[in-house]
């Protein structure tokens, strides 16, 4: 069975950083992508950063220039470092992972808390 483990999380005061790691236990045939989801109190759940096994990266516009994902040196780990955090961001930040069927992989998700 496949899971997603997550670490990192907690509370920060404004303009301060906070790291984010995914592994996944258990395997999974034809990864295609790993990234993370972040959701709100009254929101929809929505794209933070993602990263395909080929490298490429993609980001929200809110956390351009801020946040930076990566693959870890351990395969299928993730890493989401976030700086400069703003109380905007406040969230559960989900990990989450993708095969080439398209079939989706979620962690439990974290709780970032910014404080201002």
């Known amino acids: 069975q496949v899971q997603l483990v997550e670490s990192g999380g907690g509370l920060v005061q404004a303009g301060g950083s906070l790291r984010l790691s995914c592994a996944v236990s258990?395997?999974?045939?034809?990864?295609?992508?790993m990234g993370w989801y972040r959701q709100a109190p009254g929101k929809q759940r929505e794209l933070v950063a993602s990263i395909t096994t080929g490298g490429i990266t993609n980001y929200a516009d809110s956390v351009k220039g801020r946040f930076v994902i990566s693959r870890g040196s351990v395969k299928n780990t993730v890493s989401l470092q976030m700086n400069t955090l703003k109380p905007e961001d406040t969230a559960v930040y989900y990990c989450?992972?993708?095969?080439?069927?398209?079939?989706?992989?979620w962690g439990q998700g974290t709780q970032v808390t910014v404080s201002s």
């Open positions: 989450h992972a993708r095969d080439d069927l398209a079939t989706n992989y």
């Open positions: 258990g395997i999974i045939f034809r990864l295609n992508a």
